[in-house]
């Protein structure tokens, strides 16, 4: 006949015996016992207690992605998951070392309250965390699929490297996309800005994508992307281009944002006005703020055109896209965050992930020299007074900081506006 086993005591059988004794203590012993064993008691409930709750959340929370796939999919519409703009994968590109680029993952939500005045790439590099590799999962993994066709759309502004990705896509158009005369497709916005065929978003970048199918590389400048809608709307007659979901079908979009300090992007745009027309010039911008105006210049000493802002914007338009088509959409779209001086390794770094073609021209430093002499220093104290209070939640809402009118699944400039841009 075997003896049955003692069954484990738990927190209320401890605490009962302990009890227990105390009351004997108290008979035998004194009060002095019964208040020591009390405590004691005490104190190992409540130590139970706190290792069973470290041990839950331990095991509860949410998993830190330590590779690249983990985190890619959320960004995927088929996956049918929820997708956030605080849960927006974003890749940001080291460059410190310069034997080896790395790559770390995190997301806008962990990123964007960080992206201060102050903060440095270094910054949001430590809220990262390191992946091997970029997210190139899809083509290889869905069997009996199309593969989609890869599209890296490097989101320029000034004083951020756009002079020289301006050139660089143009000469990439001529060399890739031969079958269009740019002589006459070239449009007034675009020839007004050096920009290329398709720089400014809208059907008309759907149109140059769609005929330039061997190009992989696309410059735009502040583009929004919106959830895609039912009407079909075109702005040239001779290639009826419809904006529904179905015309960007099977993309893997790569989205290259450049960062920039704040206050480092702030000085350098101001001083483009003085080397564009020296004091008189920096008079001009002055008279824009004075007097608590704080209109928005239009050139490059414009919030709406720091990186940040212009991050924000596009992400939360891709973020409606994706919840919006759900099945009915087979793009991805793919965010990397780079240090803007750094684009050359970035792009090689893009080329051999994506196994593309290698970009041109992105070593070029075109603006790399810079006369001597800026604005007086009271001008950059007055833009941080008008503008730099509104950095971390900026209202595309309100009128005064409208720049676009809609076009379809993209937004575009509105005509009006190329006369206040620069």
């Not at 130590?47 to 331990?58: A, D, E, G, T, V």
């Not at 900081?401 to 206040?420: C, E, H, T, Y």
Request: contains cysteine.
């Amino acid at each position: 006949m075997t003896t049955p086993r003692k069954k484990k005591k738990g927190a209320g059988s401890i605490c009962r015996v302990l009890l227990i004794r105390c009351r004997r203590c108290a008979q035998k012993k004194g009060i002095v016992r019964l208040l020591i064993l009390l405590i004691l008691s005490t104190s190992l409930l409540a130590l139970i207690r706190s290792s069973h709750m470290i041990s839950k959340y331990y095991y509860s929370r949410p998993l830190v992605a330590n590779d690249s796939t983990s985190i890619a999919v959320k960004t995927t519409a088929e996956t049918r998951q929820i997708i956030s703009s605080a849960s927006l994968p974003i890749y940001l590109i080291d460059t410190s070392n310069i034997n080896h680029t790395s790559i770390a993952a995190s997301t806008w939500g962990d990123i964007a309250p960080h992206w201060n005045r102050t903060a440095q790439f270094s910054n949001l590099l430590g809220l990262a965390t390191n992946v091997s590799s970029l997210p190139n999962q899809y083509n290889n993994n869905v069997a009996n699929s199309k593969k989609r066709r890869k599209i890296v759309l490097i989101h320029c502004g000034p004083k951020l490297g756009s002079t020289t990705l301006r050139q660089a896509c143009t000469k990439n158009l001529y060399r890739t996309c031969p079958q269009i005369n740019y002589t006459t497709y070239t449009n007034f916005a675009e020839r007004h800005e050096w920009g290329p065929a398709g720089y400014f978003g809208g059907n008309r970048l759907i149109s140059v994508m769609n005929k330039c199918v061997d190009t992989n590389y696309f410059c735009v400048k502040q583009m929004t992307m919106l959830p895609p809608t039912t009407t079909t709307t075109t702005d040239e007659s001779d290639d009826n281009i419809a904006t529904t979901a179905e015309m960007t079908q099977n993309v893997e979009y790569i989205h290259l944002f450049p960062f920039r300090n704040y206050n480092d992007w702030v000085r350098s745009a101001i001083k483009q006005q003085y080397d564009r027309g020296g004091e008189k010039r920096c008079r001009r911008v002055m008279e824009l703020w004075d007097g608590g105006k704080c209109q928005h210049d239009r050139n490059e000493i414009d919030i709406r055109k720091y990186s940040r802002v212009d991050l924000d914007r596009f992400q939360d338009g891709v973020v409606r896209r994706m919840n919006q088509l759900g099945e009915r959409g087979k793009e991805e779209h793919t965010f990397l965050l780079y240090l803007h001086r750094d684009l050359q390794r970035v792009m090689e770094l893009v080329s051999t992930t994506y196994q593309m073609p290698v970009f041109p021209g992105t070593g070029e430093k075109l603006k790399g020299t810079r006369p001597e002499g800026t604005c007086n220093e009271s001008l950059v104290e007055q833009y941080h007074e008008c503008f730099s209070d509104d950095l971390m939640e900026f209202r595309w809402d309100l009128p005064e900081n409208q720049l676009w009118k809609p076009d379809g699944a993209f937004l575009m400039m509105s005509p009006n506006s190329f006369n206040q841009q620069g």
